[in-house]
């Protein structure tokens, strides 16, 4: 069974950052692609950003040009750089992670909120 394992999560005022890290106890290299989910209160949960073994990374049109997923193969760790911040990126982040044959697995989430 894969875990992920997410961290940097908290406070921060509008228009600062933040950095999500994921650690996986797999290979990164097993999985088809890696990303992260956000849901904030009352709503669903959405695909925030992604990263594929093949082609471009995808991010959601609300947080494009202020995060930037990225990977550290070595350490088999996802990241997720999150600048000027909003209100509205307040949420549970939760990192994704699915193989070729599309098992899936998602990590327990961390709370990200951003206040004055």
């Known amino acids: 069974q894969v875990q992920l394992v997410e961290s940097g999560g908290g406070w921060v005022q509008p228009g600062g950052s933040l950095r999500l890290s994921c650690v996986a106890s797999?290979?990164?290299?097993?999985?088809?692609?890696m990303g992260w989910y956000r849901q904030a209160p009352g709503k669903q949960r959405e695909l925030v950003a992604q990263t594929r073994r093949w082609g471009s990374n995808i991010y959601v049109d609300a947080v494009r040009g202020r995060f930037t997923i990225s990977k550290d193969n070595a350490k088999n760790t996802v990241y997720l750089q999150m600048n000027s911040l909003k209100p509205e990126d307040t949420a549970v982040y939760y990192c994704n992670a699915a193989t070729p044959t599309a098992d899936e697995y998602w990590g327990q989430g961390t709370q990200v909120t951003v206040s004055s």
């Open positions: 797999a290979s990164i290299f097993s999985f088809d692609h």
